[in-house]
C-alpha cells in the first residue's frame, strides 16, 4: 500500500501558504511583544498611575481646602511662588541669552571662562544650595558679614546652542549693511531665536512651578514661614503638620497655572517643532 507523506499531499501544502505563515509568525510576535511591554507597564502603573491617583483621590476633600485658604501662611506663598516664577525665571534667562552672546566671542580666555560656568552642570544642585544657605546666613555668612565689614549693615547652554545655529553669514550680511551690535541682536538673534527663548521659558516656569530643593536648602522656608512656595508649603502640610490631605490639596492649587502652561508649550512645540 501506498503511503502519502504531508509533505507531498497538495492538501497539506494548501494550508501552509504564505499568508498562513504570516499569521502564526504574526500570532508569535505578538506574544512576544507582551511578554516584553509587560514589565514597562507594570513599572509604569505602579511609579506613574497609581501616585496620581493616590494623590488626587487625598487632595479630592473639599476641607482640606478650607482649611488650606483659612491658612494666613497660604496668601503669602502664592505670592512667594509667583514672585519665584517672574524673577526667577525670566531674569535666569535673560542673563542666559546675554552670556550666550558673550561666549560666542573667540579667544582661548573665553573658552576657559565657558569651561568654568558649564561646571555646575556636571555637579549635584544641592551643595550650592547649601553653599548659598552657608554665604546668607545671618550670624556667620560669607556675604553678610562682607556687607557688615565695606557698609557696617547687617544684614546658558541651550541659547549659547541656539546662537550657534545661526548661520554666520546672516551676521555678516548685517555687518556689510553698517548695522551695529545692537541691531544684529534685535534684528538676526532675537527674531531667530524667538521661539527657542519661548520654550524654555515655558519649561523653565514649569520645572520653577515644582521646585522644591532651592527653597527648602537655601532658606528651609523661614524665617518666620515667609518665603515658602507652595512646593516647600506642601511638603510642611504633609509631613512637619502630618496632615497629607492639606499637603497634596497645597500643591493641587498649583494646577490651574500648570495645565495652562503645559498646553501652551504642546502647542508651541507642533507650531514651531522646536527640538529640545
Known sequence: MA???????????????????????????????LAFVTPYVAVFVAFVIYPIGYGLWLGSDPASYRALF??????????????????????KLL??????????????????????FMLPWAVPALPSYLSINWMLNGQWGLINNIIWHVAQVDGTLIFLAGRM??????????????????????????????GMYLVCTMLS?????????AVRFISGGGPALSTHVLATLGIRNAFELGDPHLGMATVLTALPL???????????????????
Open 3 to 33: 503511503v502519502t507523506s504531508t509533505i507531498d499531499s497538495p492538501a497539506a501544502a494548501t494550508n501552509t501558504t504564505p499568508l498562513a505563515r504570516r499569521r502564526r509568525t504574526f500570532g508569535a510576535d505578538k506574544l512576544w511583544a
Open 70 to 91: 483659612s491658612d494666613p501662611v497660604y496668601p503669602r506663598t502664592v505670592v512667594n511662588t509667583l514672585l519665584y516664577l517672574l524673577f526667577g525665571v525670566n531674569l
Open 95 to 116: 542673563l542666559a541669552l546675554l552670556l550666550s552672546g558673550f561666549f560666542m566671542r573667540k579667544g582661548w580666555r573665553t573658552k576657559i571662562l565657558l569651561l568654568v
Open 165 to 194: 545655529a545661526v548661520s554666520l553669514e546672516l551676521y555678516e550680511a548685517a555687518e556689510v549693511d553698517g548695522a551695529s551690535r545692537l541691531q544684529k541682536f534685535r534684528y538676526v538673534t532675537l527674531p531667530l531665536m524667538a
Open 205 to 213: 516656569t514649569i520645572w520653577a512651578l515644582g521646585d522644591f530643593n
Open 258 to 276: 500648570l495645565i495652562p502652561l503645559v498646553i501652551l508649550l504642546m502647542r508651541q512645540l507642533r507650531r514651531s517643532e522646536v527640538t529640545i
